[in-house]
Nanobody, 124 residues
Framework: QVQLVESGGGLVQAGDSLRLSCAASGRSGNNYAMAWFRQTPGKEREFVAAFSWSGIIYYADSVKGRFTISRDNAKNTVSLQMNSLKPEDTAVYYC??????????????????WGQGTQVTVSS
C-alpha cells in the first residue's frame, strides 16, 4: 500500500507561481510512475504531467512551457512547479502513483494510488 500526501496549494493571482509537492510512503524502489492530475467540479479528472519510472516526462499541452514536474527518488517525492498561472488552472490537484506497466501516462485509470488532493485557486 502506498500513501500519498500533497502540499503546496493555495490562492494566488494570475501570473504568480506555486509549487506543489507530493510525498509517497509505504513503497520502496523507484520503478513506478508519478503524476499530477487536476479536477474542477463537474469535469473529468485531467492529466497534467507525469514522470515515468525510466525518467521520461510528459506534459499536457495546456501546461507545457509553464509547469515543470520533478521527482526525488531518494525522498520518494514528486513536485510540480507551476509558473505563469492562469485562472483556468484553478482546480484540485492530485498526485498519483502507478506501479504497473503504463502505456498511456495521460489516463487516470493507469494509476494505482491517489492523494487526497490540494486546492489551487488562481484569481484574475
Amino acid at each position: 500500500q502506498v500513501q500519498l500526501v500533497e502540499s503546496g496549494g493555495g490562492l494566488v493571482q494570475a501570473g504568480d507561481s506555486l509549487r506543489l509537492s507530493c510525498a509517497a510512503s509505504g513503497r520502496s524502489g523507484n520503478n513506478y510512475a508519478m503524476a499530477w492530475f487536476r479536477q474542477t467540479p463537474g469535469k473529468e479528472r485531467e492529466f497534467v504531467a507525469a514522470f515515468s519510472w525510466s525518467g521520461i516526462i510528459y506534459y499536457a499541452d495546456s501546461v507545457k512551457g509553464r509547469f515543470t514536474i520533478s521527482r526525488d527518488n531518494a525522498k520518494n517525492t514528486v513536485s510540480l512547479q507551476m509558473n505563469s498561472l492562469k485562472p483556468e488552472d484553478t482546480a484540485v490537484y492530485y498526485c498519483a502513483v502507478g506501479k504497473s506497466a503504463i502505456r498511456d501516462y495521460t489516463l487516470g485509470s493507469a494509476y494505482d494510488y491517489w492523494g487526497q488532493g490540494t486546492q489551487v485557486t488562481v484569481s484574475s
